[in-house]
């Protein structure tokens, strides 16, 4: 059974980089068929897709963040990785990292638990 | 981007009774594809149903979607206490980006 794991910073001062990790168990992150996403969301709000990338390497990225989001994959450490530069207190949400379903579509089969990241001073 | 919206926002309904979630759509919804998560507080969303009407593996046949286009429906047929949660719906048809509904919240009357 898949098992995926959020863990970073808790809390983040305003312009500086949230950098979060996602420890994947049970299964290689590397397999060919495995694609992934990280969505957030807002205290008591809906969920917002960030960004994903694909088994091929791709990556895709919400237009909202584009500008200021990286998501990569250490095949090495077995885990997915997201960085969010220039935080301000909007960027404030519980963090989720999430696999594509292996059919190809972009759906969510399995997520981690999310890590609450707050930005404040 | 495809803008869904779902309705009702609240749903207040007793054990038992059958709850009728919809969830609308800016632009048709290329292969209908959209899927349903239930969440519950402090939890992860669950994966109830993907392409509007295929249940995930696991999901009790009470939960159903289905629609096509621009409109499409989650039907619980009979409510356990356990199925009071919020609702969010999908699309993956038009992504990127991937967007979600705002979410109904299913609470006991």
């Known amino acids: 059974q898949l098992q995926l794991q959020e863990s970073g910073s808790g809390l983040v001062k305003p312009s500086q980089t949230l950098s979060l990790t996602c420890a994947v168990s049970?299964?290689?992150?590397?397999?060919?068929?495995?694609?992934w996403s990280w969505i957030r969301q807002p205290p008591g709000k809906g969920l917002e897709w960030i960004g994903y990338?694909?088994?091929?390497?791709?990556?895709y990225y919400n237009p909202s963040v584009k500008s200021r989001v990286t998501i990569s994959v250490d095949r090495a450490k077995n885990q997915l990785s997201l960085k969010l530069t220039s935080v301000t207190a909007a960027d404030t949400a519980v963090y989720f990292c999430?696999?594509?379903?292996?059919?190809?579509?972009?759906?969510?089969?399995?997520w981690g638990q999310g890590i609450l990241v707050t930005v404040s001073s | 981007e495809t803008v869904l919206t779902q309705s009702p926002v609240t749903l207040s309904l007793s054990p038992g009774e059958r709850a009728t979630l919809s969830c609308g759509a800016s632009?048709?919804?290329?292969?209908?594809?959209l899927a349903w998560y239930q969440q519950k507080p402090g939890l992860a969303p669950r994966l109830l149903i993907y392409?509007?009407?295929s249940r995930a593996t696991g999901i009790p046949d009470r939960f159903s979607g289905s629609g096509s286009g621009t409109d499409f429906t989650l039907t619980i047929s009979r409510l356990e206490p356990e199925d009071f949660a919020v609702y969010y719906c999908?699309?993956?048809?038009?992504?990127?980006?991937?967007?979600f509904g705002q979410g109904t919240r299913l609470e006991i009357k």
């Open positions: 999430a696999k594509l379903a292996d059919s190809g579509y972009d759906f969510f089969d399995y």
């Open positions: 049970g299964g290689s992150i590397s397999s060919g068929v495995y694609s």
């Open positions: 990338i694909y088994h091929t390497g791709s990556t």
């Open positions: 632009q048709s919804v290329n292969s209908n594809y």
């Open positions: 392409d509007a009407s």
């Open positions: 999908q699309q993956y048809g038009n992504s990127p980006p991937i967007t």
